[in-house]
């Protein structure tokens, strides 16, 4: 087993820590965005049963975590530090001829998806799975439910509407008052996140501390920003797991649990679904399940990629 760092630098300067685990005689890689809050290393470790078949695990770290503390995290940059990211996989896999896969967890499948969708779905990338993957950054902050905090600190507004313009007018009043926001943040995150709750607060989400987060800039993405319209091609197989003990997505009730499959049918018409007994990061009574039907559809997804291009 060897561990590899590595800082990937882009065209533009830009440049991500990489992280990697290899086994002896490899066959597979499988790429995974680490989650806000936390590092690549604990991404590597979440997904570590899949070492046993052989495959190399990569992740990353966000801009503003850790190894990335010299820059400022905002949301657009931790598309551009997948895009670099994904890229560098992908160029790896082609040097010692393995597939790639990624798998996509809570936040860190909407980058994701947005930079598969950028890339043409290619076809070096063999499958996607997810295990409680988020599609839209408002399943994260819905202003209803921010609002209550945000009166408890005497910051009134009538709607999302009315938020996103006074950020626009009052920039610096904004900018000013930004740690009454960032208490109110921490309120609602730590009743959204419950699995959590310990690690969140007012100075940090995990490993990420506010001084490191270019806040007006984020808070402002995560009230604007969306996915566009994306459609996963036929050829490229997805799997979803999703949690019965899933309280950020309420999958715990028939109607949560409906409109996260619309969600996922909207996006992938084809795509397969496994539902398990686990909570929205993957921890519960059928963990295990993750790595095992995982590991048969990275395989799987190889055979038929294989068998198309026969045909």
């Known amino acids: 087993m060897q561990r590899q760092d590595y800082i990937h630098a882009g065209e533009n300067g830009h440049r991500v820590h990489i992280v990697s685990l290899i086994p002896e005689q490899p066959k597979r890689l499988l790429f995974v965005p680490p989650l806000v809050g936390a590092t690549g290393v604990l991404a590597i470790k979440t997904f570590r049963y899949f070492l046993r078949e052989h495959c190399i695990l990569m992740s990353f770290d ?37 597939p790639v896969h990624v798998v996509g967890a809570c936040y860190g499948l909407i980058p994701l998806l947005f930079v598969l969708e950028e890339f043409g779905w290619p076809r070096d990338v063999k499958s996607l799975f ?15 439910g921010y ?13 999302k509407d009315d938020l996103m313009g006074f950020m626009i007018a009052e920039k610096d009043t904004f900018v000013r008052d930004k740690q009454k926001y ?25 490993v990420m501390t506010y001084s490191n987060v270019d806040f007006y800039q984020t808070f402002y993405e995560f009230l604007t920003i969306d996915l566009p ?35 996922i049918m909207a996006l992938a018409s084809h795509a397969k679904f496994f539902k398990l007994r686990i909570d929205h990061f993957g921890r519960g009574a059928d963990h295990y399940v993750i790595g095992r039907e995982g590991v048969k559809f990275l395989i799987a997804s190889e055979v038929a990629s294989a068998l198309d291009k026969c045909l």
């Open 147 to 159: 609002n209550p905090y945000l009166k408890k600190r005497g910051l009134t507004f009538k709607s």
């Open 229 to 263: 319209e994306i459609s996963v091609p036929h050829y490229f197989p997805c799997l979803f797991f999703t949690g019965a003990h899933d309280t950020v997505l309420d999958l715990k009730t028939p109607k949560g649990e409906e409109e996260y499959t619309q969600r």
């Open 62 to 98: 966000y801009c503003g975590h850790l190894s990335q503390e010299d820059t400022q995290f905002t949301l657009k940059r931790t598309f551009a530090d997948t895009r670099l990211a994904l890229s560098h996989a992908m160029e790896y896999a082609r040097t010692v001829a393995i």
């Open 182 to 206: 960032i208490e109110a943040l921490t309120e609602y995150l730590q009743q959204v996140f419950t699995e959590l709750e310990d690690v969140i607060s007012y100075e940090r989400f995990g």
């Open 130 to 144: 997810s295990i409680g993957g988020l599609f839209s950054m408002h399943e994260i902050i819905n202003f209803d």
